[in-house]
């Protein structure tokens, strides 16, 4: 499916995600082309719709900059194929390459495995080629209702006037918004070469996970009552029973934001949610 003679000179993949749905598209050089499975897209400034994805996608020419807010491993086995081809890529993966590698459950072992490969491939198509690559890792994400921990819990919460959850549990988490990596995914773009590299991107604050949960039903189910679980007996049931988010309950997941703070100017907000950050978007 190849491209319009005047297709633009970005590619954006994965615009309807929820980092995509909080990109401020007005900065983007335009018009910029996006591909979408989506039968009827909503209208976004500077966008050119293009039906379909990156497996039925040919680009004839390469793109002066692609920015993926999809999966990483499709897009490293397109570069990989020669079907797309672009002097700089700002591509998403996420810091699971580093925290789920040694998980007690296979299924997010292999996805490590599967994040690291895609990240090693797409930097020996790039270097081949002669191309950039920025590479960034979001740690938890949340602020678009649309994450799969936070609003997951505070769906809970809204359903149910009392929720049992580990509220003690000390491993200590670094939540990003989702505001803050769609910035940064612009500030790579236009310093284009000298963004190269991989680049972790924690939130601003370090808090325990039990606090975190808490916080997050506060300001978005005030009406329901927390049960605390003990979060111990969890963690070795998720251990045993290969259950990795709960065998992580007493493990800090923490990440140096340094490199990208020197590179990306890298400064996200702190944890201090509101309602809306749990309510996806109409």
Do not use: N, Y
Not at 70 to 88: T, V, Y
């Amino acid at each position: 499916m190849p491209p319009a003679p005047s297709t633009p000179s970005l590619l954006l993949i994965g615009l309807s995600g929820q980092i995509g749905d909080a990109l401020d598209t007005t900065a983007l050089p335009a018009p910029a082309l996006a591909l979408s499975r989506q039968p009827a897209p909503s209208a976004r400034p500077g966008i050119v719709w293009q039906a379909g994805d990156l497996a039925g996608f040919r680009a004839d020419r390469p793109f002066a900059a692609v920015l993926s807010l999809g999966p990483l491993d499709r897009l490293a086995e397109a570069f990989d194929a020669g079907r797309l081809r672009a002097g700089h890529v700002v591509a998403f993966g996420s810091t699971s390459r580093w925290a789920k590698a040694a998980s007690p459950d296979p299924a997010e072992r292999a996805l490590a495995q599967r994040l690291a490969a895609a990240e090693d491939r797409l930097a020996a198509v790039q270097a081949r080629a002669g191309g950039a690559l920025t590479l960034l890792r979001p740690t938890l994400v949340w602020g678009a209702g649309r994450d799969a921990t936070l609003s997951r819990v505070v769906g809970w919460a809204r359903r149910w006037p009392l929720l049992p959850l580990p509220l003690g549990a000390p491993g200590r988490r670094q939540p990003v918004h989702v505001a803050d990596l769609a910035a940064v995914a612009l500030r790579a773009l236009a310093l284009g070469r000298e963004a190269g590299g991989g680049f972790d991107l924690p939130g601003g604050e370090a808090l325990p996970f039990g606090v975190m949960l808490a916080r997050s039903v506060a300001v978005a189910a005030p009406g329901c009552r927390l049960l605390p679980l003990p979060w111990r007996p969890l963690a070795a049931w998720g251990r045993r029973r290969g259950a990795g988010a709960l065998a992580r309950l007493g493990e800090d997941l923490l990440f140096d934001a340094g490199p990208a703070q020197a590179v990306l100017g890298w400064a996200p907000r702190g944890f201090q949610p509101v309602a809306a950050d749990f309510t996806p978007r109409a």
